[in-house]
């Protein structure tokens, strides 16, 4: 378009039938401005008509006498059919309506009265294909049927009356002076003449000239600045295409770049749910194993409850297994609620995955339909008018909220999946420390258990061997009081052998009944024999309480070593027996 207005102002013959120059479709081929009945002397140089503002057609009236450069009175061109006056219709100007790409030049230009060509005969001509303004030779006269030179001069010819004649009625159809005084006379029953001859030809003329060679015009006009325009607009098209296609494939990049960062991202979410999800899986399994160690802690504390009297007794042994028991307990407890951290960070490891997953999903097809967009050409077979897409839907996003969403949900899902490390990370750290714990509890209670093991063993063998003792000495006794009786009856005998001789004595008549030394010799060894008797009744009866002391020794000694065997036998053979099936480190860090 600004190809073609500066087509038209350097070339002022633009408007006629030449067909070297590019017509205007808002060019006229006359001056647009009114040339009055009178008109200046001006030069015929076209450069200068064109710097003045000529744009062709009829030139202007000027002397040929007269130089440019000398000012001439202004004198009125004569009345001539060749005149300004009449080659141009007096017409109001009427903006012409333009569409779609002539609508710019149609603004770029002021409204100007399109104007028909001056009927000028083609003698007139010297060279069609020249710049040379126009040259009328005033020696020809017209056709008859075109306007008379003496058409425009008035007539004083006075008519007279008669029978006949327009104004046979009393009113007349038409007089010369009808243009002047603008009256239009009306058609009578007698007569329908209502136009002069001049008004005839001036009539033939502008359907000759006016209609005909200005259809002609415009239609070249038309025709070129369809050309144009067609021309114009395939470039414009093929431009703007190209320009489409590139803007598609620009954007079929960026959509390319940030599918692949969602791919990335959700093949490291995925690759963090499957983590998360093994670790949960190991901390159900290490919590699972942790009840071994809660059913042992708490069965051996059950068993230990069943040594009798003394042995009930609060050691060690029973101090480190219920610190087991606790130790057990505590850590269930944070098994529980890292299970619960583990699960809700599941949850937004899998939020953040669905999220990544739906805006690649998004881009995919994004993707694909800019990629077939891209690939569409003007022979492609889907093409179709479809004049509801060319439109601003309201919930379109903006490329930066576009591009910061995309971000965002990077980050937050970058984010998520930092978190979910750094859990990971917590529950290998707390199943590990949980295992060292209990391996290290586990091992204490069992070197206590074993220390307490060797204390019962040992006690029990001097106890045992106190018994052997006491059962020995308790033998020794009841010999001493099978002996200390023997001897009894040993002296009973002597004692008897001495009353029965003092028996003997006695029976001694008189005289003879003397109270010699052998009596008192057999008095003094019964004396004596009573004497060694109760000596040795009590010797029996200390033997016989020795004997009774060391059987309660005995006794007390069999059920202090019945207990013993009692607490023996549940530390060493029920308490060890459960304590073996102790799980590993390993599988108390949740690995089977």
């Known amino acids: 378009m600004e190809y073609q207005l500066n087509y038209v102002n350097m070339n002022p013959q633009l408007g006629t039938t030449g067909t070297y120059n590019p017509p205007s479709l808002n060019a006229s081929p006359v001056k647009t401005q009114e040339c009055g009945p009178q008109c200046t002397h001006q030069d015929h140089n076209p450069l200068q008509q064109q710097q003045q503002g ?8 000027n002397d040929p006498c007269v130089p440019p450069d000398v000012s001439s009175p202004s004198e009125p061109c004569p009345d001539t059919p060749y005149s300004l006056e009449h080659a141009i219709p007096q017409t109001p100007c009427d903006k012409v309506k333009t569409k779609g790409i002539l609508k710019k030049t149609a603004e770029k230009i002021e409204c100007e009265c399109p104007l028909p060509m001056a009927s000028v005969p083609k003698n007139v001509y010297e060279d069609r294909g020249t710049e040379q303004p126009w040259a009328v030779n005033l020696n020809d006269r017209p056709p008859c049927y075109l306007p008379q030179p003496e058409d425009k001069i008035p007539s004083n010819k006075e008519e ?9 009625t009393g009113r007349v159809d038409w007089g010369p002076l009808k243009g002047l005084t603008g009256t239009r006379p009306v058609v009578d029953r007698y007569s329908i003449a209502r136009y002069s001859e001049g008004e005839w030809r ?4 502008d359907i000759l000239e006016g209609k005909g060679e200005r259809a002609v015009h415009r239609n070249n006009l038309i025709e070129w600045n369809s050309r144009q325009c067609m021309a114009q607009t395939q470039s414009d098209a093929t431009k703007n295409q190209e320009d489409s296609t590139r803007r598609l494939q620009q954007r079929e990049k960026e959509v390319h770049r940030w599918k692949c960062e969602l791919e990335r991202a959700i093949a490291a979410a995925s690759e963090e749910i499957t983590f998360i999800e093994e670790q949960r899986r190991r901390l159900k399994q290490a919590a699972a194993v942790l009840q071994l160690p809660e059913s042992i802690a708490g069965e051996c504390l059950e068993r230990r409850t069943g040594r009798l009297d003394s042995e009930l007794v609060r050691d060690e042994v029973e101090v480190e297994l219920l610190k ?8 269930r407890q944070q098994f529980i609620q890292t299970l619960k951290d583990i699960e809700l960070q599941l949850i937004e490891d899998k939020t953040a995955k669905q999220r990544l997953e739906s805006d690649w999903s998004d881009k995919k097809q994004a993707f694909e339909l800019d990629s077939t967009g891209r690939g569409l050409t003007l022979r492609s ?18 490329p930066e909220y576009w591009e910061h969403f995309t971000k965002e949900t990077l980050q937050m899902s970058e984010a998520t999946r930092q978190r979910s490390v750094t859990l990971r990370g917590t529950l290998d750290s707390i199943l590990m420390n949980a295992s060292r714990d209990l391996r290290s509890q586990a091992d204490k209670v069992e070197l206590i258990l074993s220390k307490r093991i060797k204390c019962l063993i040992e006690v029990t063998d001097r106890l045992e061997a106190e018994l052997k003792k006491t059962l020995q000495k308790l033998a020794d006794v009841e010999n001493l009081i099978d ?41 003094e060894e019964v004396k004596m024999i009573g004497e060694q008797t109760a000596a040795l009744a009590a010797q029996l009866k200390q033997a016989e309480d020795s004997q009774a002391e060391l059987i309660t020794g005995r006794n007390e000694l069999e059920n202090e070593i019945m207990r013993k065997r009692k607490s023996l036998e549940i530390d060493r053979f029920r308490i060890q027996q459960f304590r073996s099936y102790y799980p590993s480190a390993t599988a108390l860090s949740g690995y089977a």
């Open 324 to 331: 087991e028991r606790a130790l057990c307990d505590e850590i």
């Open 381 to 398: 077979s889907i093409l179709m008018f479809k004049p509801g897409s060319v439109i601003f839907p309201g919930d379109q996003s903006t």
């Open 160 to 168: 007279g009356m008669g029978p006949i004649g327009p104004w046979a």
């Open 483 to 523: 002996d200390l009786q023997a001897a009894i009856r040993r002296m009973d005998l002597c004692l008897k052998k001495a009353q029965t001789r003092l028996d003997f004595r006695l029976q001694r008549q008189r005289v003879e009944n003397c109270r010699d030394e052998c009596h008192f010799g057999l008095i």
């Open 54 to 61: 000529y744009t062709g057609g009829v030139p202007p009236c």
């Open 202 to 205: 001036q009539h033939n003329k």
